[in-house]
């Protein structure tokens, strides 16, 4: 039995702790202290779920990106406690069941130690029911909208991103110096578009009070494909700017049509994530000038450190193509599972939450914090402007991008509180 000690006590639980928990279940003997001790020596499993079908396919294949290349590196680098990593990768088709399904098996059946990905909020919602049920962490570096982490919070949901209300919260206070005075919206007619458009008008009209927002406004499906109707319904409106949460492929239809109807010299445009770098490789320097955007939380030519060059290099090298915001956050993600598992000293699931509550930790590219009431993630947002480039493959880019403080952003913690309360 001295053998055996020993191993618990590497694993980073002593043997007295599995002795006692397996009591509480009726359970013990030395067959059992040697499955624990298998478990938490074997490879770490990282079950990945995203969009990698459908009309925000893009967003799938970036989160990929950033999931591959920071098992790679963390793998060269010794692993996770000693432990290999290993992942699989799941489609979720943006479609709420399918994503809880995904989950639920790779959980359950494969065995995944975290969950990391998720890019439509609609998915992320259902999968963050399921959590407590099946014990297991889940890392979003996409989806945003608050209620994930407000309502729908669980002890085992971690947001390692600026969700929806502080990336919003961020486009009012650069849009505030603006000459634009009313406003409408056009966005997905989902839990995201709508608590953006809200951030982004609460905000607004706290820092600009002359500000005036238009009853017509444009709530299409997901994945609606013809714009046309919304494009010609906000232009009879003759709003001076509108504010945009269409993503993906549906904010490429979008511009592609607005286009046609000269929308973008007739209003202003401000858009939280519809102008990442999917969109600058798709739609190139036909993408107008003046077009403001968070690019949902990252751009890589900002900031100039070295920390994020060396990044974006790396992904370069390894990738082909400029990093995404969504491969940026999900690198980052496991990065921070990583260290929430090393505080722990094991893979438990409970113990990692524990661990990660209040945990300062770096992107390639700013300095966060996960708070530890929400397991939301605290950070500088950055807006720009599009400008035309020659140096770049695009031909456009987002120029004059600037950070607004993370906590001048932030959901202020008694309101998250109360909302949860409500939920």
Request: proline content about 5%.
């Amino acid at each position: 039995m001295a053998d055996e000690k020993d191993r618990a006590e590497v694993s980073g639980i002593s043997r007295r702790e599995i002795v006692k928990g397996l009591g509480v279940a009726g359970l013990g003997g030395p067959f059992v202290l040697r499955t624990v001790y298998a478990a938490e020596k074997g490879p770490v499993k990282i079950g990945g779920i995203a969009s990698l079908s459908g009309v925000v396919s893009a967003w799938g294949k970036v989160t990929q990106q950033g999931l591959v290349m920071a098992v790679e590196e963390i793998n060269q680098a010794g692993g996770i406690l000693g432990r290999k990593v290993e992942f699989q990768m799941e489609d979720d088709e943006s479609k709420p069941a399918e994503g809880a399904r995904k989950a639920r098996r790779l959980a359950l059946e494969w065995g995944a130690n975290v969950l990391i990905g998720i890019n439509h909020s609609g998915v992320a919602v259902q999968v963050c029911a399921l959590l407590p049920e099946i014990k297991a962490i889940l890392m979003i570096p996409c989806a945003s909208a608050p209620s994930v982490t407000n309502e729908k919070f669980t002890k085992y949901t971690f947001r390692t991103k600026p969700n929806s209300y502080q990336l919003a919260a961020a486009g009012a206070y650069r849009m505030k110096d603006q000459p634009w005075k009313r406003w409408t919206v056009i966005g997905p007619d989902y839990s995201y578009g709508h608590e953006s458009w809200e951030a982004f008008v609460f905000h607004l009209k706290k820092v600009k009070p002359s500000v005036e927002t238009l009853e017509v406004q444009a709530w299409p499906k997901f994945a609606a494909g013809d714009y046309a109707s919304h494009i010609a319904k906000l232009l009879e409106a003759k709003p001076d700017a509108v504010y945009c949460s269409l993503w993906g492929g549906d904010m490429i239809n979008f511009i592609k049509q607005a286009l046609q109807y000269d929308f973008f010299n007739k209003v202003a445009l401000a858009t939280e994530a519809g102008l990442s770098t999917e969109i600058f490789y798709a739609l190139g320097a036909s993408i107008p000038e003046g077009l403001w955007s968070a690019s949902h939380g990252y751009w890589f030519e900002h900031p100039g450190t070295p920390k994020n060059r060396e990044f974006v290099n790396r992904f370069v090298k390894r990738w082909g193509e400029y990093p995404h915001v969504t491969a940026h956050d999900t690198y980052a993600a496991v990065s921070v599972y990583k260290k929430g598992v090393e505080k722990a000293g094991t893979t438990d699931a409970d113990a990692v939450a524990a661990a990660l509550e209040g945990l300062e930790f770096e992107t390639p590219a700013y300095r966060s914090v996960i708070r530890k009431e929400d397991h939301q993630a605290i950070r500088d947002v950055p807006w720009g402007v599009t400008k035309k480039t020659d140096k770049l493959p695009f031909g456009c880019h987002l120029a004059e991008v600037k950070d607004t403080p993370g906590d001048l952003v932030a959901q202020p913690l008694e309101e998250v509180l109360k909302t949860r309360m409500k939920g």
